[in-house]
């Protein structure tokens, strides 16, 4: 759940102070480390205000800071800074057929991921149960500072108390999940949905790395997802559920989806659909590129044209509204992607001034995406105010 944490303003020295400890500690977690003289060059601080920060950083136990490494050129050798191996990020992942729990290192670094199948109809109890156990165990033993937990759900989450709203795929409407899983680990907890969750893993690590104006559609066993960065904020809407892009219409008079509507993207383009065509079942997926590639089979050839026609729908719904310098597509929708033909680049039939400066690219962190990216919602509070919000203590005497 989201606490109310003094949020530095920038008005007072501390202000200041806690302004620069976020800035300094980001960019410390995104490059997963880096040289003090380098971290100075890129905040524009000066050298000593950097030094007085570092300083805090490590007494807070957030940074390690290495000795001078030999550098090949000339100058002062610069001391290697690093995030601080002792914290992690806790990440839950329902699904429909298991629930993956993560263990994830400050520097997005994936530490352990463990998959447990579930039966169908998957309670929230049940995941509560299983999760706070698996949980218990992945901490068991390890002397760690835990700055969060954060669940990825397959739906539409409230983002101020992690309340999912609803979950179709998993049969969900109105669970406090977050609360819940609080409640059983002892440890803060939040919760969002999975895909906008995957856009922040590959926005921070990924293909959309250093990209201000994202849009991010991906594609999986219970439909499609995504979301939209612009000018560097992600857009959320009013309550926190806009990014649907699954839900862009793209047919008039389309299939009845499960939202109620007709013709979406996500019950349009499905990966069963793509699966069937070239003979591969549910969990063979990770063969689905190699079998595209290998199949000249007409009727594959037709799925293929008509499932790349309608993503193309989106894709110019989704230029056109927000000019995003880089489309990317992650899961069964970036194999759709490279199989299309050379010659018919994908948002092409974008307002021309919109499309000339897209770029679109595949997810690049792969299974680790949501384990990831999930990661960064727990570490929130952490990178947003170093001073303010401190990791919990597991396994070990405080100091
Ligand atoms: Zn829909």
């Known amino acids: 759940m989201n606490r109310p944490t003094r949020p530095p303003t920038g008005g007072t020295a501390d202000d200041l102070r806690r302004n620069n400890l976020a800035r300094l500690l980001k960019i410390v977690h995104r490059s997963g480390g880096l040289p003090r003289a380098e971290l100075t060059r890129r905040t524009g601080l000066n050298r000593s205000t950097v030094g007085a920060c570092l300083a805090d950083l490590v007494a807070l136990g957030d940074v390690v800071e290495g000795s001078p490494a030999a550098t090949p050129r000339k100058g002062r050798p610069s001391p290697l800074i690093t995030p601080s191996p002792d914290i992690v990020a806790v990440t839950v992942n329902p699904e429909v057929d ?82 819940e899983l609080e409640r059983a680990t002892g440890l803060p907890t939040k919760a969002a949905n999975a895909a906008s969750l995957g856009m922040y893993g590959e926005s921070a690590f990924g293909a959309g790395r250093g990209i201000d104006d994202l849009v991010y559609f991906i594609g999986g066993a219970s439909g499609i997802g995504g979301g939209v960065i612009t000018g560097g904020q992600v857009v959320r809407g009013a309550s926190g559920y806009g990014g649907e892009l699954g839900h862009f219409m793209v ?149």
Do not use: Y
């Open 98 to 179: 298991a629930i993956t729990v993560g263990l994830v290192g400050l520097g997005g670094r994936v530490l352990e991921r463990w998959r447990m199948e579930t039966s169908a109809d998957l309670t929230v109890r049940e995941v509560v149960t299983r999760s706070a156990g698996a949980i218990s165990a992945l901490l068991a033993g390890r002397t760690l500072a835990v700055a969060g937990v954060a669940v990825a759900v397959p739906g539409q989450v409230r983002r101020s108390d992690g309340q999912v709203r609803d979950a179709v795929h998993l049969g969900w409407r109105e669970e406090p999940l977050a609360v």
């Open 251 to 399: 047919r008039s008079e389309g299939r009845k989806c499960p939202c109620g509507a007709r013709g979406c993207l996500e019950i349009e383009v499905t990966q069963r659909e793509l699966l069937d065509c070239v003979g591969l079942l549910p969990h063979q997926v990770d063969r689905l590129d190699e079998a595209l590639a290998a199949s000249d089979d007409p009727a594959v050839r037709a799925v293929v044209r008509r499932d790349l026609e309608l993503l193309g729908v989106a894709v110019r719904n989704a230029v056109n509204v927000f000019n995003p310098g880089r489309l990317v597509l992650g899961g069964f929708l970036a194999s759709l992607h490279r199989h299309r033909p050379a010659d018919d680049a994908l948002g092409a039939d974008a307002i021309r001034s919109s499309f000339e400066s897209l770029t679109v690219a595949t997810a690049e962190l792969g299974a680790d995406q949501l384990t990831i990216g999930t990661a960064e919602l727990a570490f929130s509070d952490l990178l947003a105010d170093p001073a303010g919000h401190r990791p919990v203590r597991v396994g070990a005497p405080t100091g």
